[in-house]
């Protein structure tokens, strides 16, 4: 029985997939806080589908995906903040015609041009085929993504609770919030090949969402979010090895269990909990009116 336990570890590609798996969930779960306490899980959501037409292209043109994905996701960034600075549209809005319009496009692309790799991949990874290069790659994005937020962390808070207190300070709120999505992209860009466009989302903002309900500081909403993205990762994947399934969409539904979990029985924000706490206090009120 343990052999059998042990088995995927012995595999090169399961190795290969189970570190390059827990080192984007690091990276993913430390931007996912500022994601949910900056409101930003459709952002996160326009930049991964908006990497498309950059990937499709790159492909097409013999370039590195990382490069087209990255500046298509830069552009996508771009344009969402400079229509929203320039018109009466709020910036969700502005996002949900960017980011569908330039995932459109991404579309007709891959019909036009004659590429090498499957739609199915880009959608939604290819974890399993990934080499050590690949892990080299994730690590140092995520050693670069961990690091510049731990430097910048305290301004990233102020910018995500109060940017309004930031400009008072003296903070330069337009340079933190674009520093941010620039990491934000960086991240989805490492995380395609692992879980894909249309899941990459779910590393994103499960893991910040469960840590908001486990926590009422910073540092253990991190702590919990990093937890709940690695473990989700690592039991995905080995899950997936025994039950012959899709490693990335498995990740992304133990996830989801996660946080149902999580909602329904968190010790401090959990719907149970909650809905005592409220039949405590009012009965402690119709006491005391008696």
Not at 107 to 115: D, M, Q, Y
């Amino acid at each position: 029985m343990l052999e059998l336990l042990l088995q995927p570890f012995t595999i090169d590609f399961m190795q290969q997939a189970l570190l390059t798996a827990v080192l984007l969930s690091v990276a993913s779960a430390v931007l996912s806080c500022f994601l949910v306490l900056r409101g930003w899980a459709l952002m996160g959501d326009a930049i991964s589908h908006a990497v498309l037409p950059g990937i499709v292209l790159a492909y097409a043109a013999g370039i590195p995906v990382v490069i087209g994905a990255f500046i298509a996701g830069m552009l996508c960034t771009l344009a969402t903040g400079f229509m929203t600075e320039n018109s009466r549209l709020k910036e969700d809005t502005v996002m949900g015609v960017v980011f569908s319009g330039m995932f459109a496009l991404g579309v007709v692309l891959f019909s036009f041009f004659t590429i090498d790799v499957h739609l199915h991949e880009i959608l939604f990874g290819d974890i399993l085929g990934l080499t050590w290069r690949d892990v080299w790659q994730t690590a140092a994005v995520a050693l670069l993504c961990t690091t510049l937020v731990w430097i910048k962390r305290k301004d990233l808070i102020i910018l995500s609770f109060d940017p309004q207190h930031g400009r008072a300070i003296g903070l330069s709120v337009k340079t933190l919030h674009y520093g941010l999505l620039i990491l934000l992209s960086i991240v989805i860009v490492a995380a395609l090949e692992v879980v894909g466009i249309v899941l990459v989302i779910g590393l994103l903002i499960a893991p910040g969402a469960i840590g908001y309900m486990m926590s009422d500081s910073f540092d253990t909403m991190l702590m919990y979010a990093i937890a709940s993205a690695v473990g989700a990762s690592i039991t995905g994947i080995l899950l997936s090895f025994s039950l012959d399934s899709a490693p990335a969409p498995t990740i992304v539904l133990m996830l989801m269990i996660m946080f149902v979990l999580v909602f329904l029985f968190a010790p401090v924000h959990g719907l149970i909990r909650t809905k005592r706490r409220a039949r405590l206090s009012k009965a402690g009120v119709e006491s005391s009116i008696q």
